[in-house]
């Protein structure tokens, strides 16, 4: 482990012994560290000292260049070293999020591939210096991407009774054309009660045969016994649901259904068909549900048979986090969890529009979802799951005494 000298001046010194400004004279002391070892990091990478003349030195220096680096006690100002042949490189970059190396990772791509904007040369240029290569970036990415396979192939070895499945689509270029992928996510609440991103996986389409493939993985994974998945109604994604998971719910989206709904009534009527719907997912119990959709349909019929034909069809789907007790209800009758982060994703893939390659979609958005999974385990429980074993519990001991 290298070791370094750091020179202090008095007045510095003398400033954290203050009462007043003890905060920002720790910033200045943390900030004349870094740039010490900085420099120190310069020197050891060079074989040489400024202005030192040797047979070892392996370039020269070009300057610096200021960067700003948040901490906890305030915001440093970091002269970072240039060297003539841009080949300075410190462990204090790695202060970037995984998902923001692989946002940069992304960009540099474009830059090579000859398909950026000067907006994302110019970012490129910023964040990682005047030069960089193909085997800049193979390096690079030997860090991200061991991380991201892991943690996309780790066996799952918690109990995840509730999931929730969707899709969002980006663009990316192969064989010089721009195609559509989909990359399919999956969100899994353990039995912890802490929410856990399970899995995700490119494909070509929301077909019944991708989502099988995905969810076939999953289970070779590990995933078992789940009770309730909760996604929107493309058709080919339920059927492998239905395929996959047999004994399991099936939760359709009631946000998603909602405006399936309202676009098949008139615009007269849909502030009052809102309020209506709402007045069916907050019922107690099914029974209770079932009087709600047949005022429904009693009230539009005449002027809505589309809509409340939908409503009849999908009545038993939309209900059925209904059998669970109701403190889990309102969280799994939606996909809102995962359209959440679905804004994060889109939030990234704005800066990159078209990826460079199926590569840099799987390094970016694993990145990013590594980065999610892991404020979700440390943060607050998404649900306490004492209740819904014991009531599973219950159930499995009237089934055995029925039985």
């Known amino acids: ?115 950026s904007t000067r907006k994302i040369e110019s970012i490129t240029e910023e964040l990682c210096g005047k030069k960089f290569s193909k085997s800049t970036i193979s390096t690079l990415c030997k860090n991200l ?3 991201v396979n892991a943690f996309r192939t780790r066996p799952l070895k918690s109990h995840y009774p509730f999931l929730m499945v969707d899709a969002i689509y980006v663009k990316v270029r192969e064989n010089k054309r721009i195609q559509s992928r989909g990359l399919l996510i999956a969100i899994g609440i353990n039995e912890e009660g802490h929410r856990e991103v399970v899995g995700f996986q490119l494909a070509n ?27 929107d109604d493309h058709k080919g994604l339920v059927n492998a649901v239905r395929k996959h998971f047999q004994g399991a719910s099936w939760q359709r989206c009631q946000t998603h259904f909602s405006r399936n709904m309202l676009d098949h009534a008139p615009k007269a009527l849909q502030p009052e068909i809102k309020e209506d719907l709402r007045r069916l997912y907050e019922s107690v119990d099914l029974e209770s549900a079932r009087k709600v959709r047949d005022q429904i349909i009693a009230k539009y019929e005449a002027r809505a048979p589309k809509a409340t034909n939908l409503l009849d069809e999908a009545f038993d789907d939309i209900t059925a986090v209904l059998a669970l007790p109701l403190r889990y209800r309102k969280r799994l009758r939606t996909t809102n969890g995962v359209e959440r982060l679905n804004e994060e994703i889109r939030r990234r893939e704005r800066v990159i529009r078209i990826f460079p390659n199926e590569a840099s979609v799987i390094r970016l958005m694993g990145a990013l979802l590594m980065e999610q999974d892991e404020k979700w385990q440390t943060g607050r429980k998404y649900f306490d799951m004492e209740l819904y074993y014991h009531t599973v519990r219950d159930n499995d001991s009237e089934d055995d005494t029925a039985a």
């Open 205 to 231: 389409s929301e077909s019944e045969n991708s989502w099988g493939e995905f969810f076939g993985s999953l289970k070779e994974r590990g995933l078992k016994d789940v009770r309730v998945v909760t996604s």
């Open 145 to 147: 991407d061991p991380m």
């Open 1 to 115: 482990m290298a070791q370094f000298n750091i020179t202090i001046t008095e007045e510095l010194l003398h400033g954290l012994f203050l009462s007043n400004g003890k905060d920002e004279a720790f910033s200045k002391l943390l900030e004349e560290i870094f740039n010490q070892v900085l420099l120190a990091q310069s020197t050891e990478q060079l074989g040489a000292e400024p202005y030192e003349r040797t047979e070892g030195r392996t370039a020269y220096r070009n300057g610096t260049r200021e960067r700003q680096l948040t901490t906890r006690i305030g915001t440093l100002t970091l002269r970072i070293p240039r060297h003539r042949n841009g080949q300075f490189s410190t462990e204090l970059f790695m202060r970037y999020q995984r998902s923001e190396q692989a946002l940069v990772l992304a960009m540099m791509e474009m830059v090579i591939n000859g398909v």
